[in-house]
């Protein structure tokens, strides 16, 4: 099993930039593909990206090129560089780790997972 912990969220301006971290620890050599995901308010949990060893990297189509996935496997830190916030990217974000096939944003699919990360956009 990872064990992951997510910081760096917080409040920003709509159009603002904020970087998320995700450190990772414990098997991590299992972990095939990490990944984002978010939950807004009511709302289903879904992805935004997934990064895996392979090098393969998979975006949901709402980052259209605001935000980028990457790993620091030197350190087991997984990022999420993310700019020009909207207020409907708003909610908790949350890493996760699969040991196995190749990239999802299926949650499904992963099985560690960490307590997640608030972010706040104000318009």
């Known amino acids: 099993q990872v064990k992951l912990v997510e910081t760096g969220g917080g409040s920003v301006q709509a159009g603002g930039s904020l970087r998320l971290s995700c450190a990772a620890s414990?098997?991590?050599?299992?972990?095939?593909?990490m990944a984002w995901f978010r939950r807004a308010p009511g709302k289903e949990r879904e992805g935004v990206a997934t990064?895996?060893?392979?090098?393969?990297?998979t975006y949901a189509h709402f980052v259209r090129g605001r935000f980028t996935i990457s790993k620091d496997n030197a350190n087991d830190i997984l990022y999420l560089q993310m700019k020009d916030l909207a207020p409907e990217d708003a909610g908790m974000y949350s890493c996760?780790?699969?040991?196995?096939?190749?990239?999802?944003?299926?949650?499904?699919?992963?099985?560690?997972w960490g307590q997640g990360t608030q972010v706040t956009v104000s318009s």
């Open positions: 996760a780790a699969k040991n196995a096939g190749g990239p999802s944003l299926t949650s499904m699919h992963y099985n560690s």
């Open positions: 414990g098997a991590t050599d299992l972990a095939v593909c």
């Open positions: 990064t895996c060893i392979s090098g393969h990297t």
